[in-house]
Structure formats: structure tokens, C-alpha cells
């Protein structure tokens, strides 16, 4: 079971950030991802997160801009987003992976990821 936090409201130029923690059954991940969904778009890949190596992998749109990290201790991914534009309004998901899916190949394979939040709403004003 992923939850996700942390979204809001926000001007354009200021910063967010998310957090997705795991609970439930034991937690034992490869690796942890976030995604988003504009309106009437598809869900794009945002980052991605290896979760023993901490290598990461970012999309072009947000490269320079959004952080990804993770707190293994606490079971939870966090994505930090600065300096925020419109066009990064949307529900961002986390999700999961167990099957050691490099972060690289999220956006290809976003389909084998095992598991997936509920959303959290992000919106930026001009």
C-alpha cells in the first residue's frame, strides 16, 4: 500500500515536496518511481529511484529541477520539485517496483511496476 503527500497549491517559481510511503505487508522494493497525469493527457514518467543503489533517472522536463530521494528506514520516496512551472500541473502517483526494473526503463515499462498509489494533486498558478 503506497500514500502519497504533500501536493498543493503553488506559484509558479516556488517549490513542493511529495512524499510516498509504503505500509502494509512487508515492504520490500527494487526500486520506487513518480509519474503524472495532466488533464486530458497520459501519464508521463517524472522520476525514477534504485532503492539499494540509489541510482536515479529523471525525465528531460524535469531534469535540473525535481529531486528524487528515498529514506529506507521510513519506507518512503520523496520528490522534490523546485522551481515549478504551469505545465507541471497534475496527480502525481508513486509506484513500485520488486522485480529490480532499472529506473532507466520506467517510462517504457511503467506497465510491470507492481504497485501504485492513489495520487496527490499538484497545481501551479502562473
Known amino acids: 500500500n503506497l500514500v502519497e503527500s504533500g501536493g498543493g497549491l503553488m506559484q509558479a517559481g516556488g517549490s513542493l515536496r511529495l512524499s510516498c510511503t509504503g505500509s502494509?505487508?512487508?515492504?520490500?522494493?527494487?526500486?520506487m518511481g513518480w509519474f503524472r497525469r495532466a488533464p486530458g493527457k497520459e501519464r508521463q514518467f517524472v522520476a525514477a529511484?534504485?532503492?539499494?543503489?540509489?541510482?536515479?533517472s529523471y525525465a528531460d522536463s524535469v531534469q535540473g529541477r525535481f529531486t528524487i530521494s528515498k529514506d529506507n528506514a521510513k519506507n518512503t520516496v520523496y520528490l522534490q520539485m523546485n522551481s515549478l512551472k504551469p505545465e507541471d500541473t497534475a496527480v502525481y502517483y508513486c509506484?513500485?517496483?520488486?522485480?529490480?526494473?532499472?529506473?532507466?526503463?520506467?517510462?517504457?515499462?511503467?506497465?510491470?511496476?507492481?504497485?501504485w498509489g492513489q495520487g496527490t494533486q499538484v497545481t501551479v498558478s502562473s
Open positions: 509506484a513500485a517496483d520488486e522485480t529490480g526494473l532499472e529506473p532507466r526503463w520506467y517510462s517504457k515499462y511503467s506497465g510491470l511496476l507492481d504497485s
Open positions: 502494509g505487508r512487508t515492504f520490500n522494493v527494487a526500486g
Open positions: 529511484i534504485n532503492w539499494s543503489n540509489g541510482i536515479t
